[in-house]
């Protein structure tokens, strides 16, 4: 695997300190952000220095129970080829749910939710893994993501799911410690067990990200400052494994330069102190290993041990058992029935299936909606200004009754026309920007057929007479 370094997630809102900031090997951008004939002026400048550009996937859903969407992989692809990018990365999740498979209503999350360590959804999963590596240019590394509910029923734990997925498919693995230090604090598990189990050797690179804890729950918000537990697992990995690249991702609420550049060295220090234990462990082992020998007379065993403490013939993971299997008949089925139910609990409100923490469903049911007010401000930050003070709890009023059903941008203009419909905002200047902004966007005869279609007509029809 090409060592990559030290890097950052590029952004566009740190993009001028990036450029400036000493001793960064490669960037990490997300690929829906990226457009391949628009290349930011920054991100092509650091490519003209040399620097490494990896696209960042987030809504491909291959944990989902559907196929991998081509139009989705295309596109990525088509980033791929536009970065000139050694490899390419995704997550171990799904992001929509229902639809033709389940015959239910197609929501999405907006958010990436955990899949269920059963052998159903690891047997998708790595179909899906395949069909994604067959169709993209580059190598592909896929991420293990925070989670704040448990599926109930789990046969496996994060290493052992994370194992079989590597060895059966030949993916390489992300490996985000931030991660698995939420899953520590939201799930109980431990993240030692969690890096032993791991196939070291598949590791592309690795994630560091900030977070906070409220109310003993840990929310992975990319916003806050790297904490301790997590740069402590950082530097367990680098005792085991000598990482080809480790980055620092921050989405929201960007410090100065220098504070990055101070987080940056906390990480390198931990990497650093990881490599001492690393060559001590090497030094200890391979001491006792020459005593062994010369008592024994030298003697040997048939296997090599890979770095997950696992004999095998090669000493490497990667598509060695059972690499061509399909999931069970069924299986898509039981996990797109099972993945339905639970987002539909999270983002419409229908109840909690069986087995499920209620109190932590409720907890992520209102940092979805939370977060998709956030991102809809965001993708249409008129909506704030229009709305003022009341934008926030007017959309999470109609995120209740609303699930999203075709991305942030619809979900904006649904937004709008509901407001509109029920002859709101009550401040008539607010309306009436609000309908100019909804009249301007949603165009002069709108050809969606997805759900909305007909509200959208309906409304503009009301509009168009007043």
């Not at 749910?97 to 197609?106: F, K």
């Not at 109840?351 to 007010?373: C, H, I, S, Y």
Request: hydrophobic fraction near 40%; include cysteine; aromatic fraction near 4%.
């Amino acid at each position: 695997m090409e060592r990559l370094g030290t890097g950052i997630g590029w952004r566009p809102e740190i993009a001028d300190a990036v450029e400036r900031m000493p001793g960064i090997d490669w960037v990490e951008a997300v690929a829906e952000n990226v457009c391949p004939g628009h290349l930011p002026k920054a991100l092509e400048r650091l490519r003209e220095r040399g620097v490494t550009v990896v696209p960042h996937g987030v809504s491909l859903g291959l944990g989902g129970a559907d196929l991998p969407d081509e139009g989705r992989l295309a596109a990525l692809a088509e980033r791929v080829e536009a970065l000139g990018s050694p490899l390419v990365t995704e997550h171990i999740a799904f992001v929509r749910a229902g639809g033709a498979l389940t015959a239910s209503p197609r929501l999405e999350a907006g958010h990436l939710l955990p899949v269920p360590r059963t052998r159903d959804a690891l047997d998708v999963l790595c179909e899906n893994v395949r069909i994604a590596q067959e169709s993209l240019p580059v190598p592909l590394a896929v991420e293990n993501i925070a989670a704040l509910i448990s599926w109930p029923g789990e046969e496996m734990t994060e290493g052992q799911f994370l194992y079989e997925l590597a060895d059966r498919t030949g993916v390489r693995l992300l490996i985000d410690v931030a991660n698995l230090h939420t899953n520590h604090v939201n799930r109980g598990e431990d993240p030692a067990k969690a890096l032993s189990e791991l196939p070291l050797e598949a590791i592309a690179y690795v994630h560091v990200a900030g977070g906070f804890e409220r109310d003993g729950v840990w929310h992975d918000s990319h916003a806050h400052p790297v904490p301790r537990p997590v740069l402590d697992i950082l530097t367990d990995l680098a005792s085991r494994v000598s990482p080809p690249g480790v980055l620092l991702e921050r989405d929201e609420n960007f410090p100065e330069p220098a504070e990055l550049e101070r987080e940056l060295g906390s990480i390198r220090r931990a990497l650093e102190t990881g490599a001492v234990e690393r060559v001590k462990t090497q030094l200890l082992e391979e001491g006792s290993a020459a005593a062994r020998r010369a008592k024994e007379g030298a003697g040997h065993d048939g296997g090599l041990l890979t770095d997950a403490g696992r004999t095998t013939e090669t000493g490497a993971v990667g598509a060695t058992r059972g690499a061509f299997d399909l999931p069970h008949p069924g299986a898509r089925e039981r996990v797109g029935l099972a993945q339905a139910a639970l987002l539909s609990a999270l983002v419409a409100g229908t109840p909690v299936p069986e087995g499920f923490d209620r109190v932590r469903v409720g907890v992520q049911a209102r940092a979805l909606a939370a977060k998709r007010a956030d991102v809809v401000g965001k993708v249409a930050p008129e909506l704030p200004v229009i709305l003022g003070e009341d934008y926030r709890g007017a959309f999470l009023g109609y995120a209740q009754t609303h699930p999203m059903t075709d991305g942030y941008r619809r979900d904006a203009l649904t937004f709008a026309e509901h407001l509109l419909s029920s002859g709101r905002p009550g401040d008539a200047q607010a309306r009436r920007e609000l309908r100019e902004w909804w009249l301007e966007r949603s165009g002069p005869s709108p050809h969606s057929r997805r759900p909305g279609h007909r509200l959208a007509r309906a409304t503009r029809r009301v509009l168009l007479r007043r």
